[in-house]
């Protein structure tokens, strides 16, 4: 029996668009399913300002598959010497919807981060007053912190400080992947929110290194214990409007993973919404999918959810997905969840 769920059209809350011929190839992977997408900053070098952004925004519309009504949400990577001025002038003339926290070395391109966030206070404060959300990686990087226990620490140490010296400032916690991020978003207020990948939905660190290190796995925040798998897709599926979607995905060549020091970031764009329809079929819950991919996420940044519908097809068949996408910047592996897909999306062209 065929089964079909339509659902208004996604949106994905944090996404890495990367340049150039990696753009290229990856924008249509994004474009086929998404309305809109918070496109991340950590470019080399990083989108600082607003000219930065503007130009930047420029390349992706050029680089936009004929047909596509694809948005992207441009945000700006926050360092020590961030100008409160720019970054409210990019807010209110429409240019950007966030604005990104990167401890400095917490993940790729991220070294211009923050260090000493007394240095960041007044762009914050600013933020508070206009109502621009932070995004944040919520990743301590002091060497002594186990890598398991980053995000844990995180909270403690700067993401509760942090609110408490802004309570007012909206903040995405994203790629949340302990019980630990889920807990903390529930104490707490609607200004608070978190993303959750797709994979961090489907891997625990099992899948990442039990027999064999799978480098198409990795990625930070890395993937935890099982129980923490199982505390998001609780959380995913709760219907609670505090979580939604960000796939983070996150493209990077075949020989840039598979290598001695292989780069973080999981490719997940092309085949989103077949593993999310599987994972909320699973857990019964199906009816709460478009809430996650949706509607919460418009809701928390303010914005109306998209006009248009797409349909999800539940085949008999395992419906077959590429392994590899080509671009002029090399291939990328599309992320494989390691169960058949059964769920497509249609139609699977551009809306008009
Ligand atoms: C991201 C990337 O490759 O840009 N990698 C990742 O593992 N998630 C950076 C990030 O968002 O942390
Ligand atoms: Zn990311």
Known sequence: MIQTLTITRPDDWHL??????????????????????????????????????????????????????????????????????????????????????????????????VANFDRVQGVLERMAEIGLPLCVHGEVTDPSVDIFDREAVFIDRVLDPLRRRVPELRVVMEHITTADGVAYVMAHDERLGATITTHHLIINRNDLLVGGIKPHYYCLPIAKREEHRVALVAAATSGDKRFFLGTDSAPHTDPNKESACGCAGVFSATNTMSCLAHVFENASALDKLEGFTSLHGPAFYGLAPNTD??????????????????????????????????????PPTFRS
Not at 69 to 87: H, I, K, Q, S, W
Not at 312 to 341: C, S
């Open 16 to 113: 890495h668009l990367r340049d150039g011929a990696m753009l290229e190839g990856i924008l249509p992977e994004t474009a086929r399913d998404f309305g809109r997408a918070i496109v991340m900053p950590n470019l080399v070098p990083p989108v600082v300002t607003a000219k930065d952004a503007a130009a930047y925004r420029a390349r992706i519309m050029a680089a936009m598959p004929a047909g596509a009504g694809f948005v992207p949400l441009m945000t700006l990577y926050l360092t020590e010497t961030t100008d409160a001025e720019d970054v409210a002038a990019a807010h209110a003339s429409g240019l950007i919807t966030a604005v990104k926290l990167y401890p400095a070395g917490a993940t790729t391109n991220s070294d211009s981060g």
């Open 309 to 346: 519908k797409i349909t999800l097809t539940k085949h008999a068949d395992a419906q077959a997905f590429p392994d590899k996408i080509k671009t002029g910047a090399g291939d990328v592996t599309v992320f494989n969840p390691g169960f058949p897909l059964h769920w497509t999306t249609t």
